[in-house]
Nanobody
Framework: QVQLVESGGGLVQAGGSLALSCAASGRTDSSYAMAWFRQAPWKEREFVAAISWTGATTYYADSVKGRFTISRDNAKNTVLLEMNSLKPEDQAVYFC?????????????????WGHGTQVTVSS
């Protein structure tokens, strides 16, 4: 199993930047794909970004493309989500997710392991 812990959430003004980190622990000796999802109040959880085991393949939601960047450091078992030009509609609880395998994709049902989430608040 893989345990995931997110950090880096907080309050930021619109137009600002924030970086989220997800630390993985447990059985991290096998390849695993990772992703970020988010859930705003009264909305369903939605895909944000995903990255393959090697980092060579990344996917982004159209709403964040060009503003967010996902990356990973397998030596440190961490995944980062750098968020720039934040908008009020980016406000949500952000979840890190993982699944064993080299590529995860956009489907949240493909991910088995989830963190508890970190709150991102964007003030206008």
């Amino acid at each position: 199993q893989v345990q995931l812990v997110e950090s880096g959430g907080g309050l930021v003004q619109a137009g600002g930047s924030l970086a989220l980190s997800c630390a993985a622990s447990g059985r991290t000796d096998s390849s695993y794909a990772m992703a970020w999802f988010r859930q705003a109040p009264w909305k369903e959880r939605e895909f944000v970004a995903a990255i393959s085991w090697t980092g060579a393949t990344t996917y982004y939601a159209d709403s964040v493309k060009g503003r967010f960047t996902i990356s990973r450091d397998n030596a440190k078992n961490t995944v980062l989500l750098e968020m720039n030009s934040l908008k009020p509609e980016d406000q949500a609880v952000y979840f890190c997710a993982a699944r064993y395998g080299t590529v995860g994709g956009r489907d949240q049902n493909a991910y088995v392991y989830w963190g508890h989430g970190t709150q991102v608040t964007v003030s206008s």
